[in-house]
Nanobody, 113 residues
């Protein structure tokens, strides 16, 4: 299984970015998919996830600002990030679970003025 993440970049505080993660197999086969992030010096943390039943979970720090979604026809999940803050700066990783963990390569998000 391969996960290809894209969409990171530089945004100003209050701005928006959208991340995409394309999977090499049908995403509905995964029990859960999601996004993690890791800031310098910090552990990798769960940002948002969506399960096979489309239930979603968000970390408290991103609730109301980030939205996770998926498109089965494109085998892709997305993370829409609005009202970005400097503390959202991190490398974002796409994740999928199907008995084992699968990780994308990471995409850097920098929020700075």
């Amino acid at each position: 299984v391969q996960l290809q993440a894209s969409g990171g970049g530089l945004a100003q505080p209050g701005g928006s970015l959208s991340l995409s993660c394309a999977a090499s197999r049908r995403i509905f086969t995964f029990k859960v998919m999601g996004w993690y992030r890791q800031a310098p010096g910090n552990q990798r943390q769960l940002v948002a996830r969506i399960d096979a039943g489309r239930s979603t979970y968000y970390a408290d720090s991103v609730k109301g600002r980030f939205t996770i979604s998926r498109d089965g026809a494109k085998n892709t999940i997305y993370l829409q990030m609005n009202s970005l803050k400097p503390e959202d700066t991190a490398v974002y990783y796409c994740h999928a679970f199907l008995g084992v963990d699968y990780w994308g390569q990471g995409t850097l998000v920098t929020v700075s003025s």
